[in-house]
């Protein structure tokens, strides 16, 4: 079935069913990878990887701003006009024409983009957490481009990242950013309780132990939004460590439930897309499931959430 973007603009929750963008997925990760990987080899080391990530802008995908010297630039992924957008503090740019093509052509543009504009940059040029790993130069296999599915699954992000983000001014502890992770494909916004937590065992696969003890140093409730779990990508939810009775609590809306093969909530995201009211349905999700963590978990949820209206009278 193609896809199509044609209605995108003016639905706020776009259909686009994972089994119709398999390639243009796959290839658009390993783009995505690369990029973050730039901005990773650049900007300083923060608590869980939080320098590493992604966010969502009003045209596509964005690293924001990367140091480098006395000097920053910037890459953007523009899903409106189909570009890659590299930007830099001394007015240099350059522009690469977002269409299909392998990933190691892809690669190679970008490098040389970055050098052209002399920004040189070494990376980790294999992916992770994905299995094979194939080199970025030597990826050949993925080369697809639809421009209609990647504008659409920016426009799901977009509408996710909305609703998570109304959902984290709840909360007045740590807290992360509402930000897009290259490594797994996925949007997330994760709150701490302030404690420690376990080492992680790692296990994911092309990828460090040791990446994954400090990305779950602290214990936490995350959530977020991927293009997997469901046929048209799914919202999930799960807690590190997760307290006792957490598989077993009331999450809603009714299509929530626990995926014992994912060891998380899930809420697939064509149920929210044709709910009565979506935003609803998905704060529904984000909010009994951060309950499950934080009541059976034993968080001071008194000290950590505050009203975020609570100023609206001195504005």
């Known amino acids: 079935m193609p896809v199509t973007a044609a209605n995108s603009a003016t639905t706020g929750w776009p259909s686009l069913r994972v089994a119709d963008w398999g390639p243009t997925r796959d290839t658009l990760h390993m783009w995505l990878q690369i990029v973050g990987k730039i901005r990773m080899a650049h900007a300083p080391l923060l608590n869980h990887w939080w320098q590493v990530t992604l966010y969502i802008s009003p045209r596509g995908l964005t690293t924001s701003t990367i140091p480098y ?24 740019s350059r522009a690469i024409a977002l269409e299909a093509m392998p990933v190691a052509l892809f ?28 080199p970025f130069a030597e990826d050949h296999t993925h080369a697809s481009y639809d421009p209609d599915a990647a504008q659409l699954f920016w426009r799901q992000l977009l509408q996710a990242a909305r609703v998570i983000g109304e959902f984290r001014s709840h909360f007045v502890g740590k807290v992360s950013p509402v930000h897009f992770w290259w490594g797994a494909m996925d949007l997330a916004c994760t709150r701490f309780s302030g404690r420690l937590a376990p080492a992680h065992p790692g296990g994911a696969p092309n ?46 809306p009714a299509e929530a439930y626990f995926s014992d ?55």
Not at 110 to 134: F, Y
Not at 285 to 300: M, N, V
């Open 69 to 92: 010297g006395s000097r920053a630039f910037d890459i953007e992924f523009d899903f409106v006009g189909h570009q890659l957008l590299i930007r830099a503090s001394d007015g240099g």
């Open 107 to 134: 690669f190679d543009r970008v490098m040389g983009a970055l050098s052209d504009l002399g920004l040189e940059t070494r990376i980790s040029a294999r992916p992770n957490e994905v299995d094979p790993a194939i």
């Open 207 to 252: 990828c460090a132990d040791w990446v994954m003890v400090e990305g779950y140093s602290r214990e936490l409730s995350s959530c977020g939004f991927w293009p997997g779990g469901g046929a048209e990508g799914a919202f999930y939810a799960y807690a590190y460590p997760e307290p006792e009775g957490f598989r077993e609590y009331p999450v809603g």
């Open 261 to 315: 093969e994912f060891g998380q909530f899930l809420l697939p995201y064509e149920a929210v897309r044709t709910a009565a009211d979506p935003d609803r349905a998905v704060s529904e999700f984000l909010r009994t499931s951060y309950e499950a963590a934080a009541e059976l978990g034993k968080w001071d949820r008194q000290a950590l959430e505050d009203d975020p209206h609570r100023l609206a009278g001195h504005r």
